[in-house]
């Protein structure tokens, strides 16, 4: 069981709109209820609603409770540098939209393997953030995280200055070939590094979930909503301290106000309810492939194959989930894509488990490739 219990976060990544306007008289409303209940972490970004989030926290937040009441994380991303000035014009631009003098946590947002990673190095924005720490305009530092277990290892290693790591953690990505929740949250517990998690209900898709998996909840609670399934499950995780949730109406407001409000851990009984979930929903077909690579040494066409497997794997357990693209683009930015399969066969001639991967790589294709 856990111990100090995690504190909701309201994600403003989802908010309603109307007529493609956010809607701010249901934002006020939702923000009012949330810090009425005492709760007070509040996560924007740069770039969400296109830049349009941050300046909702001036309109729903500052210009409406005392700064004392609240915290605002934001975070700064990668792909709007094109050198180290780019650090400090967009953290005054981020301030100045959300009516801020200072924030109260401060990420690099989407840190993973490649461009991103490399991006935050080139432009020193570990030491960079020191530097705004000592100026009074960040008082936490930490990142957002999409890469794997060895590169997070790394970047801990590089830079203990981090105070905290925000990761997407949630019952169905624990294992996940591609998400790796269950060992990145191994590793920052081994630091002892406080968590923020992102994606407890992987982008709504455990809350709106299938009649015959709600059926095994409301068997066991029937009072309970999905979603409150999945945020329980990782609030009785220790060493977690935020859990967002990107809510876009009311009812999700009041919903997870219920689950944080006389928190209840999960029961041993319970957790055997998510293991029977999560064995039931992860329950598809998959490739069977081991990784053992010796398709890769000889592809003309130089395609990753098991990790090209990896993102069908996770597409054939969840159609919608958009992490498996980016992955995907992560990946072929610097090796084949599916498409570029040419059916030589040399792949098949060496696969240990006699896969066919031509037939595989097609069916690649037309669930990545078609996406980019």
């Known amino acids: 069981m856990a111990g100090k219990v995690p504190s909701l976060g309201f994600g403003l990544m989802r908010l309603p709109e109307v007529d493609g306007n956010i ?31 941050e300046s909702v926290i001036k ?65 020193d924005c570990f030491n960079w953030a020191m530097e705004k720490k000592a100026e009074g305009k960040i008082k936490r530092f930490g990142f957002s995280y999409h890469g794997t277990p060895e590169l997070l290892v790394k970047v801990l290693d590089l830079h203990p200055e981090v105070e905290f790591v925000q990761i997407q953690l949630n019952y169905a990505d624990w294992d996940n070939a591609i998400v790796h929740s269950g060992k990145l ?67 999700q407001v009041m919903d997870n106000l219920d689950t944080f409000t006389n928190f209840e851990p999960l029961s041993d ?49 969840f159609p ?5 693209h980016f992955f995907y683009g992560g990946l072929t930015s610097d090796s084949g894509k599916a498409s570029d399969c040419i059916g030589c066969g040399q792949c098949e001639a060496v696969c240990p488990q006699h896969l066919p991967i031509i037939e595989l790589m097609k069916e690649a294709a037309e669930k990545l490739d078609n996406r980019q």
């Open 23 to 53: 809607d701010m008289d249901t934002v006020c409303s939702m923000v009012d209820l949330f810090m009425e209940k005492g709760f007070t972490y509040f996560d924007t970004a740069y770039v969400y609603h296109g830049g349009k989030s």
């Open 269 to 317: 009984s319970e957790r055997q309810v998510i293991d029977r979930v999560t064995k039931k929903m992860l329950a598809v077909p998959l490739i069977q492939c081991t990784s053992c690579r010796y398709c890769c040494d000889g592809c003309p066409s130089n395609i990753k194959i098991p990790d090209v497997f990896s993102a069908v794997n996770t597409l054939r357990k």
């Open 185 to 251: 949250y191994e590793i920052l517990r081994e630091r002892n590094i406080p968590i923020i998690v992102m994606e407890p209900v992987k982008g709504g898709t455990l809350a709106q979930v299938d009649d015959d998996i709600l059926e095994i909840f409301k068997e066991a609670r029937p009072d309970k909503s999905a979603a409150s399934w999945a945020m329980r499950f990782v609030g009785s995780l220790d060493g977690i301290d935020v859990i967002l949730s990107g809510m876009s109406n009311k009812e």
């Open 320 to 324: 919608t989930d958009g992490r498996p």
């Open 59 to 123: 309109e729903a937040l500052v210009g409406r409770y005392p700064r004392e009441s609240y915290t605002v994380a934001t975070k700064l991303p990668a792909w709007a540098m094109q050198s180290e000035a780019d650090r400090d014009r967009i953290l005054d631009e981020q301030l100045e939209r959300a009516g801020l003098e200072y924030f109260d946590y401060y990420l690099l947002h989407s840190l993973e393997d490649g461009g991103n990673y490399n991006t935050y190095e080139k432009f």
